[in-house]
Nanobody, 119 residues
């Protein structure tokens, strides 16, 4: 199993980024997926989750209304569209294979992509 994130970078407050996660080594369309982030000094925070077919999503209150999770099962890719970014969104974002009902109980995760929101 391999999960490779991309799309991170530095952006000003109010800006947008789109993260991608390329999955391989398993039948992607059979698994729920999630995004989490590690924030220095705060620890790891779950961000969003999506079910295997992409029809059900869930978000942490801190990102609800600003972030959108999606997936393309034909391409084996997971996405996170992040709008109206805030400095407190700064962190290392990683995708993980985890059940929607327990999005922090992941068995595989990627190395992460850094997101920095700063003026």
């Amino acid at each position: 199993v391999q999960l490779v994130e991309s799309g991170g970078g530095m952006v000003q407050p109010g800006g947008s980024l789109r993260l991608s996660c390329a999955a391989s080594g398993f039948i992607f369309s059979n698994y729920d997926m999630s995004w989490s982030r590690h924030i220095p000094g705060k620890g790891t925070e779950w961000v969003s989750a999506i079910n295997a077919r992409g029809g059900t999503t869930d978000y942490a209150d801190s990102v609800k209304g600003r972030f959108t999770i999606s997936r393309d099962n034909a391409k084996n890719e997971l996405y996170l569209q992040m709008n109206s970014l805030k400095p407190e969104d700064t962190g290392l974002y990683y995708c993980a294979r985890a059940p929607l009902v327990a999005p922090m109980e992941y068995d595989y995760w990627g190395q992460g992509t850094q997101v920095t929101v700063s003026s």
